[in-house]
């Protein structure tokens, strides 16, 4: 009896198991999303979608010529949007192979609410999506963009980030998890890295340009390219490669050309800290430390000297500094808080964040920063001192 049971009860897993998925898919009906891009247009939301189209199926299909398509479609909402391409599209996109979720300018200083339920609630949509924001230009019009020798602009401005960041160091990749998180959390507000189109031969190309800064729903400024440098210095998280730039007069806007000496920044952390004074106003504390390379001089002066080297020591240290500064100065200037500061008092003093959280803006407006950077010289790689070059 019991063994007519339990094989009864197999058979109804088995049976069960014969059913499949219930939005199974056949491979030969799908085609790859590579990803996608959110916009408004007089009140209908629209969505735009680049997706790789194979054009010819040769013997063994790894040498099948691609080709790029970017479907648009709007609606009163993005998900019955991206569902009407279907309308006039023979297969079915497959959402979860996107790498990259690119947003226009005019949606960010719209109101966020809408884009952030419908990423949300979309089960294909991957948290680790790198996240871009137009500037000057369309999320359509930017995946137009040819990105030899990348296929796709999409997956082209992913390896953009991922190469400048090591490279460069002046932005920081933002996924979508970790914007949701911060676009949810009180006492923080989340960036998105800025992509524009610029002429360079004839030719349009996509160029990293600024930072989006938010407040609540909306997008309320950016960040130059030396903000957004300094920006990166300023998170808490261990920081690796990037250049930064001193001039051996002290000015690096107007210095002499020949003074120029390009610093290598290794690894770079920076602690903040709240700190009360007795007559209950507050200071922020931020510590940077940093360490590097001598990489490049345009002088022929000797650099490898001890004296010289701590020369540009402090030099670079007061660079780091400045650029610090001039990303504090920014927020502080849109009333947004992009360091966390908030979120790290509501941890530290759990009491006085209860007082401050409904008018932290303002606050942090007006909040005392103070910064002190120290930057040690590792090597000067390959020489012992500079190429003397015949006249």
């Known amino acids: 009896m019991r063994r007519g049971i339990l094989l009864g009860?197999?058979?109804?897993?088995?049976l069960s198991s014969l059913g499949g998925c219930y939005n199974r898919v056949e491979l030969d009906e799908t085609v790859a999303v590579t990803g996608f891009g959110l916009d408004v247009d007089k009140g209908q939301k629209?969505?735009?979608?680049?997706?790789?189209?194979?054009?010819?199926?040769?013997?063994?299909?790894?040498n099948a010529e691609v080709e790029t398509m970017v479907l648009t479609e709007s609606a009163s909402g993005y998900a019955q949007a991206a569902r009407q391409i279907t309308l006039h599209f023979p297969r079915t996109p497959v959402w979860s192979l996107s790498t990259s979720i690119i947003l226009s300018e005019a949606l960010a200083r719209d109101d966020l609410r809408l884009m952030m339920d419908f990423v949300s609630r979309n089960r294909f949509i991957r948290p680790n999506m790198m996240m871009f924001l137009t500037l000057?230009?369309?999320?359509?019009?930017?995946?137009q963009v040819k990105t030899p020798p990348e296929e796709y602009s999409s997956l082209a401005l992913v390896k953009m980030m991922q190469g400048q960041e090591s490279q460069s160091g002046i932005y920081m990749p933002v996924s979508l998890r970790e914007f949701r998180s911060k676009y949810v959390t009180p006492g923080v507000e989340p960036v998105i890295p800025q992509v524009q189109i610029v002429e360079m031969d004839g030719e349009k190309v996509l160029q990293l340009q600024g930072v989006a800064v938010f407040l609540g729903h909306n997008m309320v400024g950016s960040l130059t390219e030396k903000e957004s440098y300094g920006l990166r210095l300023l998170v808490p998280e261990e920081n690796r490669g990037g250049l930064i730039t001193v001039n051996l007069s002290g000015d690096r806007e107007s210095g002499p050309l020949?003074?120029?000496?390009?610093?290598?920044?290794?690894?770079?952390r920076a602690r903040s800290t709240p700190r009360l004074n007795a007559d209950g106003s507050m200071v922020i504390s931020v510590d940077i430390e940093a360490d590097g390379n001598l990489y490049e001089q345009t002088t022929s002066e000797n650099l490898q000297t001890t004296a010289n080297l701590v020369r540009l020591e402090d030099l670079t240290s007061q660079a780091i500094k400045e650029d610090a500064l001039a990303c504090i100065h920014k927020a502080q200037l849109l009333k947004s808080d992009i360091f966390g500061w908030g979120s790290m008092i509501s941890r530290q003093h759990p009491d006085l964040w209860q007082r401050l959280e409904a008018d932290w803006p303002s606050f942090f407006a007006s909040l005392q920063v103070e910064v002190e950077a120290k930057y040690s010289i590792r090597r000067t790689y390959l020489i012992e001192e500079a190429m003397q070059i015949r006249n």
Not at 137 to 143: D, K, L
Not at 258 to 268: F, K, L, P, Q, W
Request: avoid cysteine; hydrophobic fraction near 45%; proline fraction near 7%.
């Open 136 to 143: 000057g230009t369309s999320p359509e019009e930017v995946m």
């Open 9 to 14: 009860m197999i058979m109804l897993l088995v």
């Open 258 to 268: 020949g003074e120029m000496v390009t610093m290598e920044i290794i690894r770079s």
């Open 46 to 62: 629209v969505i735009s979608v680049q997706i790789a189209s194979p054009s010819g199926k040769p013997e063994g299909g790894s």
